[in-house]
């Protein structure tokens, strides 16, 4: 089974927002985690490669400090790590980023595809939703699983 983790890179829930006079976010000198529903959404796509055996790839999208989502999936036990790095990204919306994703994944055959339910910055819900190649599985897409 190959499966496809969308993960984001969001500033920590205690983080100090400021807004620059042209109304966007002052990114400088502010920590940065992992989105919190998309590393659930790594544990289960875990859960799965434990259980059928297979590849967790995980990809995200922003600038190279976004390389440590990637590494932390990978310690983790995620197998492989796409970074689509361009600092363009960090003010993407959820549709621009749905197709960068899709491009970066084209050639790939993925089984899974997880996201977080949404993110804890922007909230879109939205990427899954967006990405053509969900499309391929001829079905609708869910982002929200409320076993436990």
């Known amino acids: 089974m190959k499966i496809l983790v969308c993960m984001k890179q969001v500033p920590q ?4 927002l400021k807004l620059s006079e042209a109304r966007t976010w002052i990114r400088e000198d502010v920590s940065y985690e992992v989105n919190e529903p998309d590393a659930y959404a ?36 995620a197998d ?3 970074h ?12 621009n980023t749905a197709r960068a994703f899709a491009s970066a994944i084209k050639d ?8 977080g339910l949404q993110s804890d910055d922007y909230g879109y819900a939205q990427t899954i939703c967006r990405c053509p190649p969900c499309s391929r599985f001829n079905r609708g ?8």
């Open 84 to 95: 689509l790095e361009d600092s363009a990204f960090v003010g993407l919306d959820a549709f």
């Open 42 to 77: 790594l544990e289960e796509a875990l859960r799965q490669k434990e259980k059928h055996s297979g590849e967790v790839v995980v990809i995200t999208a922003g600038p190279a400090r976004a390389q440590q989502v990637l590494r932390e999936a990978l310690a983790k036990g």
């Open 13 to 16: 829930k205690d983080a100090p």
């Open 108 to 115: 790939e055959k993925f089984d899974l595809i997880f996201t």
């Open 80 to 82: 492989r790590a796409i």
């Open 141 to 148: 897409s869910t982002n929200c699983d409320t076993r436990r």
